[in-house]
C-alpha cells in the first residue's frame, strides 16, 4: 500500500518509491537491523521522489514503527536538510559512515540511540510492524534541529514545517 498525500489544501501530490521496498511487502535482510536479536545488513533502502510542492526548501525522511511496544513508537531513522533540488537517496545513505547523504543533510539520533538508520527488528513473536517511511517536503531550507535532541522532538518539527508527506509502509515480523 503506497500512500501520498498533501499536509494541506492545493499541495501537490507526492509519491515516494523503492526498488528496495515494495509497499505493503517484508523488508528484506538487508534493510532489517542488526541489533536486539536482529542479523540484517542494516543498509537503508535507496528512496526516490516525486511530485514536491512549489515552495518546498528542503526534504526529509523519517522511518517510524508505530506498533513498537512503546510509548510514541520508535523512530528507526531521521534525515533532515535533504536539499530541495533532490529526487532520490542511495542505498545505505543512512549510514553516516558511507558518505552517501546529498550534501548538507543531517541524520537525527534514532531511538537505538545512533545517528542514522537502523533497520526495523520487532520484539520476537511479535504480530508484523508497520514500518513507516515518510518524506516530507518542508518551507524550510534547514530545519534547525538539535543533533541532540531526541527522535520525537526532532520528527515534532518536521510536522511543523510540512508542506506535503509521503508514505511508503512496508512489513516486518519475526
Known amino acids: 500500500m503506497l500512500l501520498a498525500g498533501a499536509a494541506s489544501a492545493g ?3 507526492m509519491s515516494l518509491t523503492s526498488a528496495d521496498i515494495k509497499p505493503g ?10 541489533a ?7 543498509v537503508s533502502p535507496g528512496l526516490s521522489w516525486s511530485g514536491a510542492p ?15 511496544p512503546v510509548s510514541g513508537g520508535f523512530w528507526h531513522w531521521l534525515m533532515v536538510d535533504i536539499p530541495a533540488d533532490a ?17 548538507g543533510a543531517a ?15 520487532p520484539p520476537s513473536g511479535d504480530k508484523p510492524h508497520h514500518y513507516h517511511i515518510e518524506l516530507y517536503a518542508l518551507d524550510v531550507d534547514r530545519l534547525d ?5 531526541s527522535a520525537s522532538v526532532v520528527a515534532s518539527k518536521l510536522k511543523l514545517h510540512a508542506l506535503a508527506k509521503a508514505t511508503l509502509i512496508g512489513l516486518m515480523g519475526r
Open 11 to 13: 499541495a501537490a501530490e
Open 25 to 34: 511487502a517484508r523488508f528484506a535482510d538487508e534493510q532489517v537491523g542488526d
Open 36 to 42: 536486539f536479536g536482529c542479523a540484517g545488513a542494516n
Open 54 to 68: 512549489k515552495g518546498a526548501k528542503s526534504f526529509a525522511i523519517a522511518v517510524h514503527d508505530p506498533d513498537a
Open 87 to 103: 529526487d532520490a537517496l542511495a542505498k545505505n545513505a543512512g549510514d553516516p559512515k558511507a558518505g552517501l547523504a546529498p550534501p
Open 107 to 121: 541524520q537525527a539520533r534514532n531511538d537505538a540511540g545512533s545517528r542514522g538508520y537502523f533497520g526495523p527488528c
Open 145 to 149: 534541529a538539535d543533533p541532540d535532541a
